[in-house]
């Protein structure tokens, strides 16, 4: 059963198509990749999932039902749970305040019934021994993780992640990649935005490939990186 499934979804801002009939289905348990040249509508995809901005046509289904017209807010209580390419911690926060917020409101529960399962997700991501640091002073890698940490912690049957592998050394990324390595193994689903190739490649089953808001491509990541199209797109170069 797909957990979540597009149909002909289109988003345009004024003149500019960023979503053109884009159609696709993933099935529960699996892990997609999403790559595509910077301005194909990837985060824009990304918003047209959680509900962030609304689709002009298309229906977009999560777990059998329709949500094309649920808010974000619904959406997230569902089971969509996201991080967003550039990390928006609560600096003021605590590292545990910011998981004990995205776990009472993405799940609509109290803090103190929060409290264990957002220990847990801390020693899972390994932001345990920060968890009492302000989010202001992480380093990126840090950042990256509580970014990660937070999306967890809204208890999410579909986690989504926007190029959470940029800006990492080798050494990082190899960290952060067990991680979501261990999630998907869980049973997670994941749709995973990234420019980082041998990070998708080392979780993903499918590889999609966004250009100018198109679906040009999905299948196994071999045979998707072997096409002369997405290679023109995706590398920039006549093959």
């Given at each position: 059963?797909?957990?979540?499934?597009?149909?002909?979804?289109?988003k345009?801002?004024?003149?500019?198509k960023?979503?053109?009939?884009?159609s696709?289905?993933?099935?529960?348990?699996?892990?997609?990749?999403?790559?595509?040249?910077?301005?194909?509508?990837k985060?824009?995809?990304?918003?047209?999932i959680?509900?962030?901005?609304?689709?002009?046509?298309?229906?977009?289904h999560?777990?059998?039902k329709?949500?094309?017209?649920?808010?974000?807010?619904?959406?997230?209580?569902?089971?969509?749970?996201?991080?967003?390419?550039?990390?928006?911690?609560?600096?003021?926060?605590?590292v545990?305040?910011?998981?004990l917020?995205?776990?009472?409101?993405?799940?609509g529960?109290?803090?103190r019934?929060?409290?264990?399962?957002c220990?847990?997700?801390?020693?899972?991501?390994?932001?345990?021994?920060?968890?009492?640091?302000?989010?202001?002073?992480?380093s990126?890698?840090e950042?990256?993780?509580?970014?990660?940490?937070?999306?967890?912690?809204?208890?999410?049957?579909?986690?989504?992640?926007?190029?959470?592998?940029g800006?990492?050394?080798?050494?990082?990324?190899?960290?952060?990649?067990?991680?979501?390595?261990?999630i998907?193994?869980?049973g997670?689903?994941?749709?995973?935005?990234?420019?980082?190739?041998?990070?998708?490649?080392?979780?993903?089953?499918?590889?999609?490939?966004?250009?100018?808001?198109?679906v040009?491509?999905?299948?196994?990541?071999?045979a998707?990186?072997?096409s002369?199209?997405?290679?023109?797109?995706?590398l920039?170069?006549?093959?």
């Amino acid at each position: 059963m797909a957990i979540i499934a597009l149909d002909n979804v289109c988003k345009s801002f004024g003149a500019l198509k960023v979503a053109d009939g884009i159609s696709f289905a993933v099935p529960e348990g699996e892990a997609l990749g999403i790559i595509g040249p910077n301005g194909a509508g990837k985060s824009t995809l990304f918003n047209l999932i959680t509900g962030n901005i609304a689709a002009d046509s298309g229906t977009v289904h999560f777990m059998g039902k329709d949500v094309t017209r649920t808010s974000a807010m619904q959406r997230c209580l569902s089971g969509i749970g996201r991080s967003f390419q550039i990390p928006q911690p609560f600096g003021k926060m605590t590292v545990f305040e910011n998981l004990l917020v995205a776990a009472a409101f993405g799940q609509g529960r109290s803090e103190r019934s929060v409290e264990t399962a957002c220990a847990e997700i801390l020693d899972r991501t390994g932001l345990l021994v920060r968890a009492n640091a302000s989010a202001e002073s992480l380093s990126l890698l840090e950042r990256k993780r509580l970014e990660l940490a937070r999306a967890l912690a809204t208890d999410p049957k579909l986690l989504l992640l926007d190029e959470i592998a940029g800006g990492l050394t080798e050494g990082e990324c190899r960290q952060l990649v067990g991680t979501i390595r261990d999630i998907h193994a869980s049973g997670t689903t994941i749709i995973w935005i990234e420019h980082v190739l041998h990070a998708l490649n080392a979780v993903v089953e499918r590889l999609l490939v966004l250009d100018f808001g198109r679906v040009v491509g999905i299948g196994e990541p071999a045979a998707i990186m072997a096409s002369r199209e997405v290679r023109e797109i995706y590398l920039g170069i006549e093959v």
